[in-house]
Structure formats: structure tokens, C-alpha cells
């Protein structure tokens, strides 16, 4: 495969003008295809197969005017002195608010404070307004009548809070894309030291990214896509595409610093950069991917629409990123360096053959020459942060986790603190007494009541309303209120206990409703962690082994990224859910439970960009052991190689991941941190300390592969050997090698070893392993 890319770099490099045109122009066409193709998307979250998606769909065929699956808004009243709101005072003002908001053709009901929705003291009250769109298709007149009305209850002189997911405004997110473009090109001006050089990555980024989000957009014309399925690709795309970017300029740097000419360094680097971009860019496509296994119909879009931008992403940077070097020509290079050309003579290559090992050397250095009292402190220090993961509990997120000053958590409190926490997450209650043609008929009513008296028996519950039936006869509902709020570990407890009971003769009794989604949302992930994380990681291991044909470092790999995993769950458990920290990340009354999609979402996303730092990190360890240098030796100088591209990327998705701790919603926070520390653990302690330590012990085990595994499997050559033979005879040999020797496996090696002076195999471990 090193071949075939390589002469892919080289008619990139030679062509340039074609290929990006070529580019330009698949962007014009993606972004003509999304303005004249793309048609509506959908906002309406389900979740098949579960008991509360199919009560759901019953009562919006039979029971429409109960309004199940649309918005809904509760308004809280109270008085500001604290006086009843029997007042005539306030009767007149809540009656006036109450009028205003309805205001639109969608709204579909309004329960008035005064029918049964006072608090006992009468002190506080609400009123229930039900939409009949779902939350993510209330019109803006709608969301401006109901904010309005709002006002007007304040200004009459009322505490007058609201929530509800009709409340629930939109954020956007290119606040948060631009400050991570900013930190981007911030790192790659000081990684390459080279405005044009640190353009090219971004401008990768930005055509991929660009393409990506059209085609998606275009697509939506022919197939029915939710409305957040470009999110992820957005994020990832831009992430990896200046990773992979950076990663090949700089194999291209390093190779004219050999002295190869600029066709066939751009040939070189992609051949053996390009390589490790491939299957770097397949481990996260499979990630990704794999959240079809999920079976959340908005997760399996997200994944492929983010695998599809990420295999773009490594696509346009073996194309059109060598094309970009043909145009940079010498400005690739910091200006220092454009001097030292034109001092040696113009044209001729500068050769960087460093004397002095370099910090990423001797921190390798280091760690080869203790490695087992590294990999024993590193693994406790991460196996001490992941302890509080152990009580890790998942729910999704509700008002009650809102930050403290908005309206939405001043209603929550409000419900709370005066009709009980289970006011703010009902459960609804579908009885079906024709769920079949053979059933016997039987009475909607005498069947709806015999099923409230057996949940009234039941604990936690606080109250359970009469039953209404619809129209035809043959459905009923009944709300059930909880004692405890919607995230408690109690109301889950409780729904699972009314569908344990049994159902009246010829009837058919659910659990649905917001509270009821959430549990099954929960369930489901959770049954749904241990086979995605199996499919995810077995697919990886077996193209781990094809890169590194290897199965110990696959192996590694692995243990790796679960270490990561569960170090950051438990950090994220000891802030979120134990409170640590919360005043330092302004968390304060916002604990809780851990939202159900975050351990999905870490695995997903943490690990393909793992395997990145893997494959980046490991393949020069493993070229540097295929062209002849010794164990540790291999290690010390593949770490060398890559390590500051690694340092680079991980501070850019770093960066990036952190911007959303600085937002004021808890969930979004909790995501920030997660994603954060999953990159900055496994970067900096499991690929730059445990990795270089285990490849140390191992020696040349690490490379050991069965015979029959070893022939079952293609040899893809990602170190590029073969390109050794096949370089340009205008490579330089370094001071004190014969010429013939610089382009063999042999010369090779002792270009390595004279750069690296005594550095590599230094120390007991050296001497054991090095050799």
C-alpha cells in the first residue's frame, strides 16, 4: 500500500493544479447539490422497539387530542410577598397570562392554575400548556408568544417561571468551532513555526469539513435525517482532518530534511504518513459506525455522517494536501530555515541531523531505562481516578440539573419545594383494551381504574389521576405521579415495577412519557455499552494487527483505552456526580446523575482518536525496528519522530473539548470535560508513558506474530519499506556513511543510530533489550 500511495503523493505533487481544482470543484458541486437538493430534516426524537415509543405511537393514532408526543410548557406562578394567589390581585394578572398564551394556532391545551393546579397553601400555582408540534417544530411566533406572556406576568408584579422543553432554546455552536480553529492554528504555527505551513492543515480542514457538511446537507433530499446529524461530523472533521494534515507536513519536512527533492518528499510522506492516516482514519470510521449497534436512529445518523466526514478527511489529505506542498514550495520551511537553504547554496536541502537529543528523546530515554516503576505508578494513578466510576449513575439530564438563575431550574424548585420533586416528571399511562382483533371487549374505564388502584398500592407513589378515555372507546390514560423527580433512582424503580404488574383480561397496559423515555434511553445504552464497546474494539484489534503485524501491541492498545475510559468516567463521576470541584468549574446545585449518552459517547469518540496517537506513535517505532534498529532503540526514536506531531494534536482536541466547560448547561459541561480528559490522559499518560514503557519490557516480543496469522494476513507495509528501495538517488547521506548505503534498510539503521548517538540503548534496559 506504501507504494501505491506514494505514487499518489508524487501525481498529487506533480498535477497540482488538477487536484485541486479537482477539490474546488467537488465543493462547488456539494455546496450547488445542498442549496438545490436538501429537503426538510427531522426533529422528533424515537426510540424503536422500546415499551414508552410504542405507547407513544398508540396514543398519537388514537388518543391525538391527549397531545403525547408534543411540547409542553408549565408556567409557574407565585406571589412575590408570599401571599395566596386566590387574591383577586393576582387571579386577575395569572387569568391575563394565562389568556395571552394563547396566542397560536399550536397550542393545543391549557390547564389554568385555578382547576386543581394550586399548591395547598395556594401560595404557588402552574399552568400546563401543550403544543400540538414536538418541541424542536414550535415555530418562533410560538416561543415569542409564550416569552412574552411571560413579561407580561412579570410586569404585573408576579414571580412568573417556565419550563418544559418548549422553553428550550437552540445553542449554537460556531462560537465554540471558531475558538477551537483559533487554538488550531495558534499550536500549528508553533509545532511548524510557519504561517503557510500552518495554513495548509486549516485549509485542509476547512475544504473536507466544508464538503462533508454539503453532501450531508444534500443528502437530506433523498433520505429522512435528523436535524443534529452534521453535529459530530462538523467536530470530528475538523479535528482529524488537521491531524492527519500535520501529521503528513510534517513526514514531508522531515524528509527534505534528508534531502530528498520536494516530488519525491511529498511521495515519501505519503507513502509512510499517508499510511498510518489510512488506518487511523478506518479505527475511527469503525467507532463511529458502530453506534449503529446502539439502535437510536439520531446516534446511527451521527455515526455514519461523521465516519463518512473523517474517511473524507483522510482522503483530501493524500490529495489535495501534497498538491498544497507543490504550491508552498520553500515557505513550508520557518523562515531560520529558508536562510540556512540559501546560505548552503539555494536550492540545496537542508539536512537537520541533530547532535543533541531532544526533550521527547530523553523523556523516551528515560522511561525505557525504568519502565516497570513507570507503567506500575501510571496504571495505579489512573486505576485511583477511575474508583469513583464504580458509583456512577446515568439518567438523562432535566431542569432540575439546569444552572441555578435560569427560569427553568426556578420552576423546577418552585414544583418542587410546594406540590412535590414528582410534579416535574409524570408518568402517563396508556391502557389499550383492543390490542388485538381477538380480544374480548372489554370497558376502557373499569379496566383504566383497576390498574390506577393496583399503582396507587405501590411504593414512591404520590398520586394517580382519574382515568380519561378517548372518543372510539377503546383506549384510556391516567397520570401517575411519583414522589421523587424524574433522575431519581426511585422513579426508575417505579416504572419498572408498573410494568411488572399485570394487565387486566384483554387489555394492554405502558408506561410512557418524558420520565418513561428517559429510563428506557438509559437501559437501552447501557445494554447496549458492553456489545458496542466488543464490536468496536474486536474490529480495531484486527486492523491494529494488519498495521503492526503485531498482536501483543494491538493488545496494548486496547488495555490502553480502557484505562483511559475509566479514569475519565471516574473524574467525571467524583466532579458531577460527587460535587468535587464545583466551584472551581461553577457546577454549584448542578450535580447529579451522569447523562446516559456520555459513556457511549467517550467510547466512540476517546477511542477513535486514541488509536490515532496509536497508530501515529507506534508506526515509527515500528519502522524505525522493520529498516534494522534495535528494540529499544526502535522505541527511543519512533517516539522521537512522532511525539511532537502527537503533542501537537492532543492540545488541539484539548483545547477544543475544554471550550465547553466554559458553557453554563451541566450536560454540555460534563461532555467538555469527558472528551477532554479522555485525549489528555490517553495522549500524555497512556501513548507517551505506558506505551514507550510496555515497548520496552516487550522488546522484540512486541513484534512477534504467529507464522499462520502472519501469512493469513496481507502485508500493507504502512512503515514503508519497501519505499527504502525505491527512493530518489538525490537523498543525501549523512556526514561519515557511504552514499551507497543511505537508501538500504542497513544505511538506513545507521543513519538512525548516528543521529542518536548512545541515547537509545542506555541504562540496564539498553543493554537487556536494546540489542
Known sequence: MALYLQRLGRFSFRRRGLVLGLWLGVLLVSGVGAA????????????????????????????????????????????????????????????????????????????????????????????????????????DEARDTLEQAIEHGRAAGLIVEAGGDATEEEGGSEATELIGLAVAALVLVITLGSLVAAGLPLLVALVGVGTAVAAITAATGFVELSSNTSTLAVMLGLAVAIDYSLFVVSRYRQ?????????????????TAGSAVVFAGLTVAIALVGLAVVNIPFLTEMGVAASFAVLLAVVIALTMLPALLGFAGARVHPRRDRRDRAAQGGDSPVRHLPSTPTRARRWAAWITRHPVAVLVATVMALGAAAIPALDMRLALPDDGTAAPDSSARKAYDLLSDNFGAGFNGPLTITVDTHPNAWSPAT???????????????????????????????DTAILSVIPETGPAAAQTSDLVRAIRDLPAPDGSE???????????????????????????????????????????????????????????????????????????????????????????????????????????????????????????????????????????????????????????????????????????????????????????????????????????????????????????????????????????????????????????????????????
Request: proline share 5%; aromatic share 6%; net charge negative.
Open 443 to 473: 370497558d376502557p374505564q373499569a379496566a383504566a381504574e383497576a390498574v390506577g388502584a393496583e399503582i396507587g398500592r405501590l411504593d414512591h407513589v404520590a398520586n394517580v389521576s382519574p382515568a380519561q378515555v378517548n372518543a372510539a372507546g
Open 36 to 139: 438545490t437538493l436538501s429537503g426538510p430534516t427531522l426533529d422528533t426524537f424515537t426510540m424503536p422497539g422500546t415499551e414508552s415509543q410504542r405507547a407513544l405511537d398508540l396514543l398519537e393514532e388514537r388518543f391525538p387530542e391527549a397531545g403525547a408526543d408534543g411540547a409542553t410548557a408549565r408556567v409557574v406562578f407565585a406571589a412575590p410577598d408570599g401571599s395566596p394567589l386566590t387574591a383577586q390581585r393576582w387571579q386577575d394578572a395569572v387569568g391575563s397570562v394565562v389568556s395571552s398564551l394563547d396566542g397560536t394556532d399550536e397550542v393545543g391545551s391549557i390547564a389554568d392554575p385555578y382547576s386543581g393546579q394550586l399548591s395547598d397553601d395556594g401560595r404557588v400555582g402552574f399552568a400546563q400548556v401543550t403544543y400540538s408540534v414536538a418541541a424542536a417544530d414550535l415555530s
Open 255 to 271: 524528509e527534505l530534511g534528508r534531502g530528498l527533492s520536494q516530488e519525491d518528499a511529498a511521495g515519501r510522506a505519503v507513502g
Open 509 to 771: 397496559v405502558s408506561v410512557t412519557g418524558s420520565t418513561a423515555l428517559a429510563v428506557d434511553i438509559t437501559d437501552s445504552l447501557g445494554d447496549a455499552l458492553l456489545p458496542y464497546l466488543m464490536v468496536v474494539v474486536g474490529l480495531a484489534i484486527i486492523l491494529l494487527c494488519l498495521v503492526f503485524r503485531s498482536v501483543l501491541v494491538p493488545l496494548k492498545a486496547v488495555g490502553g483505552f480502557l484505562l483511559t475510559v475509566v479514569a475519565s468516567l471516574g473524574v467525571v463521576v467524583a466532579v458531577f456526580q460527587w460535587g468535587w470541584f464545583e466551584g472551581l468549574l461553577g457546577i454549584e446545585g448542578q450535580t447529579g446523575p451522569i447523562m446516559s449518552l456520555l459513556p457511549i459517547l467517550i467510547v466512540g469518540l476517546v477511542f477513535g482518536l486514541a488509536m490515532d496517537y496509536q497508530v501515529f506513535l507506534v508506526t515509527g517505532m515500528r519502522e524505525q525496528h522493520v529498516h534494522g534498529a534495535g528494540a529499544t532503540e526502535a522505541v527511543v526514536s519512533g517516539f522521537d519522530h512522532g511525539a511532537r506531531v502527537v503533542i501537537a494534536a492532543a492540545i488541539i482536541m484539548i483545547s477544543v473539548f475544554a471550550g465547553f466547560i466554559l458553557t453554563p448547561e451541566a450536560l454540555i459541561k460534563q461532555m467538555g470535560l469527558a472528551l477532554a480528559l479522555g485525549v489528555a490522559i490517553d495522549a500524555f499518560i497512556v501513548r507517551m508513558t505506558i506505551v514507550p514503557a510496555v515497548m520496552a519490557l516487550l522488546g522484540r516480543a512486541a513484534w512477534w506474530m504467529p507464522r499462520w496469522l502472519d501469512r493469513l494476513l496481507p502485508n500493507v507495509d504502512v512503515e514503508g519499506a519497501r519505499l527504502v528501495d525505491h527512493a530518489a538517488p538525490a537523498q543525501a547521506a549523512p556526514d561519515g556513511l557511504a552514499p551507497e548505503l543511505s537508501g538500504s534498510p542497513a544505511g538506513y539503521a545507521a543513519v538512525i543510530r548516528q543521529n542518536d548517538g548512545d541515547h537509545a540503548d542506555t541504562g540496564p534496559v539498553g543493554s537487556r533489550l536494546g540489542r
